[in-house]
């Protein structure tokens, strides 16, 4: 069997889900346009073997037409692809990107390592001549997926027109996820593949070990995906791809437990690096579109706040200022839901812990945050006397958060608590933008940030 007759295969299948109304179409008819342009890339020479490309391509495609077969006969298939047909089958209704994200997880973190084994050899794995004229083709398949994603975007836009204004505010984030997606999978991929070589030739019984353990590793991550959210910026909170631990070392999170401190302290530092005018500058913006309820305006400050303050990657990032935003808005109405306010800042404060090692329990720190949320509206609607439960609650999120002296951040709270006041004030006034409270404000949140990182560096 050739590349040509794999497109004839996914070409007549595509026919019949799509008459079928199947789930599996968005997928299926992506992979086959995506097939067509490796196939397109071989005919004008791409690569440095295309034989071996083209042997290699209908491996990889034949893994996962083997699955949709087996499932569609009602048949097991691997955990992954159960994870992924199955969503397609329960929740149809699906953004088409969902079900196209589901399918990349599974077929590429599962099928391709597999289908580079069926072409490569381990004598090929442990010649690095060899091995590195694979890996050239295989980065030239990376940057013919890529430059499919524009075009694929505009399909998946087809299929779900009736996109929100979130959906297109996403929407360059989402094409640049998905390329760094192709890039650091693809990686992990070979990475894997090198891990199931070095089994196959220790003997089977070491081989299906290693490949259950990528079998469940790839199942949860379908999984995780199938939840609501965001998915792609998840894509970039998790990582991309997953990754066979080492022979002989431990998995990735007991590695980094056994880092020691010297290396949580290092990514602990730059937790402590912020500039306090800047940050006090735009939590004042956040603060003002916060009040005005422009949702809008405020996912874009809290994009700035949180990269500013917290020092994350973009895409962590941008998940983060969306967990922030869902937050806020969960909070803001009088009948609120404070439950899932705290739900949405724990899953924020677990991108702090993946990125700097801090805060170690996430769901303490996002009770802390709600904390001081609520004596703030206690105290903002004539229900607190005094600041002082709403400075202590501030500090003691400052203590955990920045593991210092709860005493020693108690002034930075104070004024953060004293712009809360002009914040509330300016409210009172009828939220004007161009009011001197937002001055006065601005002024009082920059001293609590010049305080905190004086505290903090103590």
């Known amino acids: ?3 040509d007759d794999v497109l004839a295969r996914m070409t007549e299948l595509a026919e019949e889900l799509r008459r079928e109304g199947d789930g599996r179409l968005p997928f ?3 992979y086959l346009r995506t097939t067509q342009a490796v196939a397109d890339a071989l005919r004008a020479g791409a690569f440095e073997d295309p034989d071996w490309v083209e042997r290699w391509d209908v491996a990889f495609a034949g893994r996962y037409l083997d ?4 499932d569609r006969r009602g048949e097991a298939v691997p955990e992954p692809w159960a994870v992924a047909f199955g969503a397609a089958a329960a929740q149809p209704d699906l953004p088409a990107v969902r079900h196209v994200l589901l399918g990349m997880n599974a077929h590429i973190n599962y099928d391709l390592p597999q289908a580079l084994l069926a ?3 381990d004598a090929e794995f442990a010649d690095p001549q060899a091995r590195a004229r694979r890996e050239a083709d295989h980065r030239r398949i990376d940057e013919i997926l890529a430059a ?13 027109p009736a996109g929100t204004w979130r959906d297109t505010a996403m929407a360059p984030l989402n094409r640049m996820a998905t390329r760094r997606f192709l890039r650091e999978s693809r990686a992990k991929v070979w990475a894997n593949a090198v891990e199931l070589s070095k089994a196959r030739k220790t003997g089977p019984g ?3 070990t290693r490949l259950g353990q990528l079998e469940q590793l790839c199942g949860r991550r379908v999984a995780d995906l199938v939840r609501p959210g965001p998915v792609l910026l998840r894509l970039a909170a998790g990582g991309f791809g997953v990754a066979l631990p080492g022979e002989g070392r431990p998995p990735a999170r007991a590695a980094r437990r056994a880092g020691g401190r010297d290396v949580a302290s290092r990514r602990a530092s730059k937790l402590r690096s912020f500039d306090p005018v800047r940050v006090g500058s735009l939590e004042t913006q956040l603060w003002v579109t916060y009040y005005r309820r422009q949702w809008a305006p405020f996912l874009v400050a809290s994009v700035r706040v949180v990269h500013g303050t917290f020092g994350m990657d973009w895409f962590r990032t941008f998940h983060g200022a969306w967990l922030v935003l869902r937050a806020n808005q969960l909070w803001a109405p009088k009948q609120n839901d404070p439950a899932a306010a705290r739900r949405c800042m724990a899953r924020f404060y677990a991108l702090l812990l993946l990125t700097h090692g801090a805060p170690a329990d996430p769901v303490r720190a996002a009770r802390l945050e709600v904390d001081w949320w609520a004596a703030h509206r ?3 609607h004539g229900g607190a006397d005094t600041d002082g439960p709403l400075i202590t609650a501030l500090a003691r999120l400052y203590a955990y958060l920045y593991d210092a002296d709860e005493a020693a951040v108690r002034p930075a709270a104070g004024h953060r608590a004293r712009a809360m006041d002009i914040s509330d004030q300016w409210v009172g006034e009828g939220r004007e933008p161009a009011s001197p409270l937002i001055a006065e404000e601005r002024a009082e949140l920059v001293r609590s940030y010049a305080s905190l990182l004086a505290a903090v560096h103590r």
């Open 378 to 380: 206690e105290r903002q």
């Open 28 to 30: 299926h008819a992506t």
């Open 67 to 70: 699955a949709l077969d087996a």
């Open 1 to 3: 069997m050739g590349i």
């Open 119 to 121: 072409v490569i050899t």
């Open 148 to 160: 499919r994603v524009g075009a694929e975007d505009a399909e998946l836009q087809h299929l779900d």
């Open 206 to 208: 070491a081989y299906e």
